[in-house]
Structures are given as C-alpha cells and as structure tokens.
C-alpha cells in the first residue's frame, strides 16, 4: 500500500454515525440568543455582518477615502452599549419574508380578481372614483417615498438584525405603493374617465397634499438611517399614514359603496403593525441603554419634535379630503385625535414623552 | 365538455400589459422640491443617462414566484433526508463547504446593501424597481446560506465548524479574501464597488463558476443539497446581470467615464479572478473525488465561463463604446490557472496551513494524482511529492506540516491587495505605498493597491475611492505567537476544550484527532513584518530568492 493510501473510508457521512469530540456540538454557539433557545432567525441572521469588536480579527479592510470604515457607529447620532442586542420582533429571514408578501399579493390579487368579475368598480359612487384617483393615487407617493428612504437607511446599520428589519420594511412599503398603482391601473380598465395621472399631479400640486410630500422628502432627505426609521415608523405611520388609510379609506370605503379599497389598503396596516413592533423594540432598547439613554430619549424627542410638526402640518392639510365622499361615515377630528392617542401610546412604549409635539 | 372550454378562458379577465404595468410603477418616483434626497456615497463617476429596466417585473409577480422557488428548494432538502443523503455524501466535499458557507452570506447581504449606493445614484425610477427586487433577492441568498449551513450542521457527521461559522469567517486566514470580497461591493466609489466590482463582474461573469459549476461538482460527490439551493440562487442573478448592464449602458456613453471605467474594470476583473478561482478552484479541484475523466477540470470550466462566455461575448462588445478592455490581464489570468498551476497552488497554501482552519483536508490519493496529471500534465512532478508528504505528515505525533522542515516548503507572502498569498513565486513583487512596503502576488495586484485606490488616476482627481485598511496580512495578528496559542484564540478548539476543529484528515475517532497539545511549540511569524526589517538591498535579494520558488523534497 502506497502512503497515500492510508485513508480511513468512513461508511456513512450522517450525523451520529460515528462518535468523538465535537460530534455532538450542533447549534451555532458564536451568540448569545434572546431566549433560553436560539431562534431560526436568529440562526439566520445573527453575526452574519461582522463586527471588529466581536470577531473581526483584521478590522474592517476597506475604508472610505476619509477613513470611515466599511460600517460605522457615527452614521446615526443614537448611540447604543451593545448595538447586536437588537432581534427583530417579527423575526423574519427569507422564507417567512416571501411567504408573507406572496400572501399579501395573493389575497390583494383575489379581491380584485373576484371585484372586478363581479362588476363592483362600476357600482363605485361617482366621488368616491374621483377621491381614489386624486387621493388613493397620491398618497401612493408617500409609500414609495417611504420605501426608497428605508432602502437607504437599511445600508448604514451597525449590525445585520437592524438592516434586515430596515430592508424588510423597505420591501413592504415598495410592494405596497405597487399595490395601489396596479390596483388603480385596474379599476381604470373598469371604470370609464378613469385618471391615472391625475394621482401624481396632486401629489405634486395640490394644496392638500404639500404637507405630506414636504414630510415625506424631509424623510428621504434625512442622512441619519435611524432618524429615517424613527420618523417612517414612530411619526410619519401613526400621524399621517394610519390616520389616511384607516381613518380615512378604510372607513369610508364601504358608504360608497367600495369593498375593495379597504382590502386592499388593510394589507398595509398589517405590514406596519410587524415594522411597528420592529421599531419600538429598537427605540426602546435605545432608551433603556444604561450608558446612553438620556441621550437617546433627548434625541428622539428632537427627532419628533422636527418631524411630529410636519406630519401634524400634513394632517391638518388633509383635512378637506374627509369632506369629498358623498357618504360621511368618519370625522376628520375624531380620526385625528385617534391618531394622535397611537402616536403617545407608541412613545409611551418607547419611553419618551411626546407632550411637546402633540398637545400644542 | 367541450375541448376549447378552460379554466383559464372561464376566469380570464382583461388585465394591464407587462409594459403598462411596469411604466405606471417606474412613475411612482418624482424630483424632490422641498427638500433634496440625502447625500449618498459618493462616485467619481457622472451618470447622465436613465438606465432601463430589461427585466420589466413588478412585485406583485416577484413575491409569488420566489416563494415558489423557496417551496421547491426547502422541498427538495426534505427529500434529501428522507432519501439518507448524508448515508451517501462525500465528507471530503462537505469539509469545504464548512469554509465555502462561512465565506459567502456576508458578500451576498453587502450586495443587498450596495443596492441603497446605486439605487439613489441613478437618475429615474425605473431601474430603482429592479435594484429593490435585488436587494430583497440578496437578503433571501444570505439567509438561505445560513439556513443550509445549520442544516448541514444538523446533519452531517461532523458539525465542529459549522458551529463556529460566522465567529470563524471574521477570523479565519483564509475567508479573508471573502472579506475583501464583500467589503468591496460596498465600501469606496458607489459605482466602482456596487456596480462594476458586484454585479459587472463578480456576478456576471464569475457566479457562473460559483454557483453553476461548483453545485455540479457537489452532486458527483453525493450532495444534492447545495445544488438545489445554489441553482435557486443562481436564478436571481439574471435580474442582477441585468442590471449592471443597464447602469453600465447609462455609464459608457459618456466619455469622460471611460477612464475610471477601464480602471474599475481592470481591477475588478483581476481580484475577481485572484479571489474566486483560488476559492473556488480549490473547492472543484480538491474537493472533489470524483475522478471521471471526461468532466470539465476547473480550467475549462473556467474558459467555457469567464473566457467564451464573459469575455467574448460581454466585455468585447465593450469596445465598441470606445473603452480599453484589458485582454492581457484576461490571458494573464488564463495562464495563471494552466500553466502556473495558481490552484494547485492555493490547495497547497490551505493544506499547508490546515491547523489554523476549521474544516478538515485529507490528503490527495493516487487516484487524484491520476486525474490531475491527465488534465493537468505535469501536476505530479510538482505536487505529487508534496501531498505524499501531507499523507505521512497527517498523523498524530508527527510535526505537523506548517513547520515540518523536511518537506522543503516556503511559507508565502501574503498579497497585500487581493490578500491571497503570493502563490505563483516567480510574479511576486513589492512596493512603498505611504512610505510603507508591501507585498504583491502579481503586477496587477501592486498597481490595484498603489494606482487604483488612490487619491488621483493618472492625473484625475478621485476622491470617492476606497482605500485598503486594516490588518490585511493575517499573519501579522500572530506574529510571535505559540501556534496551540493562536488556534485556542482562533476559537478553533473543539468542545471537550483540546481536540482541534481541523485535523489532516477524515477520521472520526477521537484517537487519531489532532489536539493542542500535538501542534504545541511552534512559533508563528509575520512574512511581511519580517520583510519589512531588510535592508533595500537585503529585500530585492530576499524577493529574488522568493521568486526562484522552491522544491518539494522526495518523500523516502
């Protein structure tokens, strides 16, 4: 027998099949899980980005010309003890991510399919068609609007868990603001005069919606990725984009005679109810960090001070729209009020006080 | 009932084009008037012209179609169980993916990000749609990896390895060059990294070997599981070359971009190949025991893929734009893989250096010597004897190879710029860069590192490029130290605290298993560091003989 012939041919390669050291060590064992069991998105997600201060060895190896390394605290001004403490309440990786929008797609996909066949679009009454495509078609923008700043915050976190909860936010609200598009795109192959351009001209003109846009560029325009994912999440949803979409379509929809507006906007709602819970976990941690939560309460308060008063600005402006149905079935103040109770109940969970912003 | 009568024709209903569709989305964007969109990272590049969308998808059709994919991938690792794949699989070639799976999930997720770098840059909505479906695309690759990875873990016979993946990959010598990979799709000139190092080349040209070629190779050694979940991922990557292409069409048509575009694509050509064909050459090559003599060696599935069909076909065409494309460097790269054995000579460097990884290499056997000679001729007069010296050396109570004299190997440099070891002797080089030497593997690398990431290109301010940090030669981090030392810092210690993750072989039975103790009394050293204590003319006598190379000694 030659020496390179001395190998061992081992009968099977399936766990258990042979007994010795490490045979038996069979979870990631690199991270610390939130529970006593490491999570299947926590497998997925946790220490995949890496860190110098975890295992990093080399550092990072690539730096901007000005010396900013590949990923860097500095990009927000919250600061955090343990930035990996952070799992995503909705603990999503890929599979549960598409299942959930291919659900979403599917469900939209039945209510217009079986709408339309049943002819529904044309029983719409003649001014609520006229508020889908002024209103429904601009408030799309916001949603695209939201989604393209959340695409890029979701570079700038320090760990993975934050740029998976940033980067699944971005996808709902870009699928979202699809959502409406072909969804008005269809109803205009039912609905004779119906204007597709009519949605953007407001967004970009109309009295109304200025509010709305200005909030919603200052977004976009933000360089701080968590201020952008505070402002989607904690400021701009529960004051403007709830208030619109539940307190407004999702009410009114079915007094005129529409039970497809409502299913197909209610997607959203449920979208934001998982990106909620994603971002008051953040935040809250953020506030409660030993070392830097003063700091951080300070800061998310300036943070809705700033943006509380344009989201506020918007909703005032938008009031006029709650006039347009011929079936009044919601008030503007009532709905208002309403949103500004989610928006203490949110930073009450958070743990900072919004009383400066909302009860002027 | 009658034959013309479906259920297609019974449900159908008048629906918006394909065309309609995606203009009505790609109009969701709009120039913002009250306040500008946040500053990205910056480009030296100017992009005028509005890229298209070829792939011409919506989300609505997106979602649906890759939870179908993801159904038929999770269904078919179901299938691989319950048919007892792991009875079946090869250990020699699950060994590797232990190095393969630590390496290539953090590249895929800064692909995701790199999509905020280009999808801000560029002008119009459009091709945002298609950026944000990569984005989400490169989320379900990293993810999906990760999940593979645990369930190779779960069910292999030998998860030390698996366990300590990402903790590995962030220290491991050798998943430094996929660290160079993924840091450099995102970090530096926005369209250098996100668009022409990521998707112009890494996944135009060089996925095609990554995740066609390798998944064949893995299910000829029994593993049906890579292929099903790289095939899957493989398929998002048409949407990705699309949209290289298409940013890189709003790019070549103006020409002040052309010199950082034959820049960029000199580069990222080079360090693709220097990365992905050591990676990956050694995982098809060595991997492997198959040893049918009619498959494809890497080398021609490396002309069928990077030279037919990346070369000829996608970077040629570029030259009717106006721009230099570098075909010395797509010879030099071919001759590198046939004539100067640059894989055989990575699977040395990890062999060599197997006590400080954390998968295990068994030695090559008569019957690959067989099969190299026949597609390699020549490969056993120059390695032959050496992997006879890994056989004898793989057992406990021998010195282990890294410092068994006997054998007549030279530890390499490492490659200051694409960081793996300068492997083909007679090409190694230095410079000062800063004031600072270092240490080369090719021409290419050296120009990469002192010309390509600097502050100018030959006269032209670039001030959005990246530059190379860090402590990019491994081994200066244990310059000094005990090698037991070293891999108990590593992490790379199984769970009974002594048996070491690695071993030279594939036996599974504690008493032929390396531990600390057996690789104690050996101290590690830094090439460079040392290098750099010469004199000038003390290092162009020390290069000289570095590039002579060195002979193997016959095994008696």
């Known amino acids: ?360 | 009932m009658p034959d013309s009568l479906t259920l297609n024709k019974i449900t159908a209903q008048r629906g918006m084009s394909i065309n309609e569709a995606t203009r009505r989305v790609a109009d969701l964007g709009w120039t913002p008037s009250y306040v500008q969109e946040a500053m990205t990272f910056p480009t030296d590049y100017k992009i005028k012209k509005t890229p298209r969308d070829p792939m011409k998808q919506v989300l609505r059709s997106y979602f649906p179609m890759q939870e179908e994919k993801d159904n038929r991938v999770y269904g078919a690792l179901d299938a691989a169980l319950r048919g007892d794949m792991f009875r079946n699989v090869e250990p020699r070639w699950v060994e590797w993916m232990k190095l393969f799976l630590a390496i290539i999930p953090f590249p895929e997720i800064s692909a995701a990000r790199s999509m905020a770098m280009v999808g801000r840059l560029a002008p119009g909505e459009e091709l945002r749609t298609g950026f944000a479906m990569q984005m989400v695309d490169e989320f379900r690759h990293s993810t999906i990896q990760m999940n593979l990875k645990k369930w190779y873990m779960e069910n292999y016979i030998d998860p030390a390895g698996f366990d300590i993946t990402e903790a590995a990959f962030g220290k491991c010598y050798a998943s430094t060059i996929g660290r160079q990979f993924a840091e450099g799709f995102v970090t530096g000139d926005a369209i250098t990294s996100a668009n022409i190092y990521l998707t112009v080349v890494a996944e135009t040209a060089f996925t095609n070997t990554l995740f066609v070629a390798m998944p064949s190779e893995a299910a000829r050694n029994g593993d049906y599981a890579l292929p099903t979940v790289f095939l899957s991922v493989q398929s998002d990557e048409s949407r990705h070359i699309g949209n290289g292409h298409s940013l890189l069409m709003s790019l070549i048509n103006d020409p002040d971009n052309h010199l950082l575009l034959e820049r960029d694509l000199k580069y990222a050509f080079w360090q693709n190949h220097a990365i992905v064909d050591a990676a990956i050459g050694t995982f098809v090559e060595y991997g492997t025991t198959n040893r049918d003599r009619n498959k494809e060696s890497y080398a021609e599935l490396w002309h069928r893929w990077i030279y037919e069909d990346y070369y000829r076909t996608y970077m040629l065409p570029l030259e009717k734009y106006g721009i230099k494309i570098h075909h010395d460097d797509v010879a030099a790269a071919w001759d590198r893989i046939v004539k100067n054995h640059y894989v055989h000579y990575t699977a040395q460097f990890f062999s060599v250096g197997w006590p400080v990884n954390f998968w295990r290499i068994e030695a090559q056997t008569d019957r690959d010597f067989e099969w190299f000679e026949h597609k390699y001729p020549g490969w056993y007069t120059k390695f032959g004897e050496y992997w006879k010296w890994y056989a004898k050396l793989s057992h406990k109570g021998e010195t282990n190879i890294l410092f068994n004299t006997d054998t007549g190997y030279v530890y390499p440099h490492r490659c200051w710029s694409c960081m793996v070891p300068c492997l083909i002797r007679e090409d190694f080089c230095y410079d000062e860069v800063d004031g600072k030497t270092y240490t080369y593997c090719s021409e290419t690398c050296r120009w990469t590192h002192k010309v390509a990431f600097a502050a100018e290109y030959e006269g032209r301010p670039t001030p959005a490029m990246g530059r190379f940090s860090g402590r990019r030669e491994w081994e200066s981090c244990y310059d000094g130290w005990d090698l037991a030392d070293a891999i108990t810092d590593l992490g790379f210690v199984r769970n009974d605290g002594k048996t070491l993750v690695p071993q030279p072989h594939l036996h599974f039975d504690d008493s032929k298993m390396w531990t600390l103790d057996d690789v104690r009394g050996h101290t590690l050293g830094s090439p460079l560091m040392n290098f750099r204590k010469l004199s000038v003319e003390e290092k162009e006598k020390a290069a000289a003989e570095y590039r002579k190379g060195f002979v193997i000694n016959a095994l008696n």
């Open chain 1, 1 to 360: 027998m030659s020496v390179t012939e001395t190998q061992t041919i081992q009968k099977s390669g399936a766990a258990g099949s042979a007994k010795f050291a490490g045979s038996d060590s069979r979870k990631y064992n690199y991270f610390e899980p939130k529970g006593r069991k490491a999570s299947h998105y926590e497998d997925m997600t946790v220490d995949v980005q890496p860190d110098p201060e975890r295992y990093l060895l080399q550092d990072w190896i690539i730096n901007f010309a000005d010396g900013t390394p590949t990923y860097d605290k500095t990009w927000t001004a919250l600061k955090s003890s343990n930035w990996h403490q952070f799992r995503a309440i909705d603990q999503e990786w890929e599979r549960t991510h598409y299942q959930r929008q291919s659900t979403i797609v599917g469900m939209i996909s039945n209510v217009i399919e079986n709408g339309r066949r049943s002819g529904a679009p044309g029983r719409f009454d003649r001014a609520w068609v006229k508020v889908l495509t002024d209103h429904l078609g601009a408030y799309k923008h916001a949603e695209f609007g939201l989604g393209t700043a959340t695409m890029q915050a979701q570079r700038y976190g320090y760990t993975q868990m934050i740029n998976n909860a940033i980067l699944t936010n971005s996808s709902y609200k870009l699928r979202f603001s699809q959502d409406l598009t072909l969804y008005l795109g269809e109803l205009a192959l039912d609905i004779e005069g119906f204007d597709q351009e009519a949605g953007k001209q407001h967004w970009l003109e109309d009295p109304v919606w200025q509010g709305t846009r200005q909030a919603i560029e200052t977004v976009m325009g933000t360089s701080d990725f968590l201020e952008q994912y505070f402002v989607t999440n904690i400021v701009f949803e529960p004051l403007v984009g709830e208030l619109f979409r539940s307190g407004f379509i999702m009410q009114m929809a079915a007094a005129q005679n529409d039970f497809m507006t409502p299913a197909v906007v209610s997607a959203a709602e449920g979208d934001y109810e998982r990106n909620l819970a994603n971002a008051v976990e953040l935040f809250h941690l953020l506030v409660l960090d030993e070392t830097h939560g003063e700091h951080n309460r300070k800061l998310l308060i300036s943070w809705m001070n700033k943006h509380g008063a344009l989201a506020l600005l918007a909703a005032h402006q938008l009031q006029p729209i709650w006039s347009q149905p011929r079936v009044k079935a919601a008030q503007f103040t009532d709905v208002l009020d309403l949103a500004k109770n989610r928006a203490r109940a949110i930073a009450a969970e958070i743990g900072f006080d919004v009383r400066a912003t909302l009860d002027q």
